[in-house]
């Protein structure tokens, strides 16, 4: 029989989990406490929730925020990594933070935008940009022709202008 405490756990994860961009699901067995709380702080300052769940409460809360997939990946000690904004920031502080963790923290699986995604789809993850910088090198390819545009337009009202004035000085000279 459920106790209410359990209840409001797989109610506060399902939540999570149906509000997530990315959830990375990582064993973290064999690291200590302190770089734990470590990666814990590095993880908060990136707004990105950390947790450790049972095996059993998040397999329900999976369940109930309808994302399929991922309890095939539930078995020993796993943490989930929640990301609500940027869905690559889990991945990203992992891999900074990596030589600390001597390769004990294995990312085991990832939903990540509506799919779920497997070890071998997951390290190639904290290298692609951000969001604002994707938007940003969108910007800028935006621009680029107007910048272009502009400088031809300007370019050629200099030189309009520069006739125009090399005219106005050589009739003045010649009424002088």
């Known amino acids: 029989m459920p106790t209410p405490q359990k209840e409001k756990i797989v109610s506060e994860m399902a939540d999570k989990f149906s509000r997530a961009n990315s959830i990375f699901?990582?064993?973290?067995?064999g690291i200590d406490v302190n770089t734990i709380n470590a990666l814990r702080k590095k993880f908060h300052e990136k707004n990105v929730e950390y947790r450790v769940v049972k095996n059993t409460l998040a397999k329900i809360s999976f369940e109930n925020a309808g994302i399929d997939g991922m309890t095939t990946f539930l078995n020993g000690v796993n943490s989930y990594a929640i990301s609500y904004d940027d869905p690559t920031l889990p991945m990203k502080v992992v891999d900074i933070?990596?030589?600390?963790?001597?390769?004990?923290?294995?990312?085991?699986a990832a939903y990540f935008e509506g799919q779920i995604i497997?070890?071998?789809?997951?390290?190639?993850?904290?290298?692609?940009?951000?969001?604002?910088q994707l938007l940003a090198q969108l910007v800028g390819v935006l621009q680029?022709?107007?910048?272009k545009l502009m400088g031809t337009l300007n370019a050629s009202v200099t030189k309009i202008m520069m006739v125009l004035k090399a005219?106005?000085?050589?009739?003045?000279k010649e009424e002088s």
């Open 144 to 147: 680029a022709p107007m910048v």
């Open 167 to 172: 005219l106005e000085d050589k009739k003045s």
């Open 25 to 29: 699901l990582a064993d973290f067995s």
């Open 118 to 132: 497997g070890p071998e789809q997951i390290t190639g993850i904290a290298e692609l940009p951000s969001r604002e």
């Open 97 to 108: 933070f990596k030589s600390n963790l001597d390769g004990k923290f294995k990312v085991r």
